[in-house]
Structure formats: C-alpha cells, structure tokens
C-alpha cells in the first residue's frame, strides 16, 4: 500500500544503522517477494559489520542471508533488465562477505555485477577492484582500460593499470 511504501521509504533514510535494521526486520513480511527489500536489509547489515567482532560475526550472517534471499527472489528478474545497478551492487557486496578461498564463488559475482552494471562508471570501478583482490589481473585491466577510454577517474585509473603493466602482471 501507499502507506507501507511511505513507511519503508522512511526507514531507508534513518540515519541509525542498528535502529534502520529492527525497523527493516519488522517490515519484513510485508516485503518479502519485493527485491529491493532484500538488497537495502542486507546492505544495512554489511554496514554494522564494522562494529565490535562478535557483532561483526552476527551482521556478516544476516547481509548475506538477505543478499541470497535478493538472488533467489530477482534471478527470473535480474535477467529482463539489461541495466540493474541494485543487483550489480548486491553482487557485489555479496563477494565481500565471502570467505577467501571462495575464489571461485567471487568471480562469478563480480562477473555477475558486470553483466548488471551497464554504464554505471561508480560500480564498474568497484568490479575491476573486486577482480584485483582476487587476482584476476587482467580482468581488472580489461575494466580499468575501458574506464580510461570513457575518462572516468582517469588519472587513479591510468595509473593503477601503468602499475600493473610496470609491475609486469599484464603484457
């Protein structure tokens, strides 16, 4: 109902993250088949995981349980829309909770957010850093390259793919 979208639009802006998570949890049932829900309760989570390691723990559980809840509920969507930023953020902050050794699990989120990404420039950046981490160095210079030819953050980016070119990683 209106209301329902009025109230969900006023926890979304609350300032406080712990307060904004309680309030997401008690809307819960009268958002669970709409995606965005998801997405906004598990990046709220990811959020807190910031705070003291036995509360780390716990949000790490509940963004990444929100964020496959996102996934299972979006997938027959996520493939109508060419261009979806939500899901290719949720992608991933989604490889930020994974552990390590998910190498694997990683890749394909990443890959995941850049098939949703579109142009969106900010989260495109984010995907050629995600790839960094995992090692996948000439993805990231691959995204890197392209960035530099569409002049977003161009000088960070020139020089982030002339390391890896100096530092020999790349042909």
């Excluded at 850049?114 to 090692?135: E, T, W």
Aim: with cysteine.
């Amino acid at each position: 109902t209106e209301n329902q979208i009025t109230q969900y639009n006023k926890v979304l802006m609350d300032g406080n993250l712990s307060r904004r998570l309680a309030r997401l949890e008690d809307l819960e049932e009268s958002f669970r088949a709409y995606p965005p829900f998801w997405y906004f309760k598990g990046h709220t989570a990811l959020m807190l995981t910031q705070g003291e390691p036995e509360e780390a723990t716990a949000m790490k559980a509940v963004a990444k349980a929100a964020f496959e809840e996102y996934f299972a509920i979006n997938r027959s969507g996520s493939e109508l829309l060419r261009t979806d930023p939500i899901y290719a953020s949720c992608a991933l902050e989604y490889v930020a909770l994974l552990d390590e050794d998910e190498v694997d699990k990683k890749n394909e989120y990443i890959h995941c957010a850049i098939q949703h990404v579109g142009s969106n420039f900010d989260i495109l950046q984010l995907c050629a850093m995600a790839y960094l981490d995992i090692g996948a160095v000439d993805l990231a210079a691959k995204i890197l390259r392209h960035l530099v030819c569409e002049g977003y953050n161009e000088e960070m980016n020139a020089q982030l793919l002339s390391a890896l070119y100096v530092e020999g990683y790349l042909n």
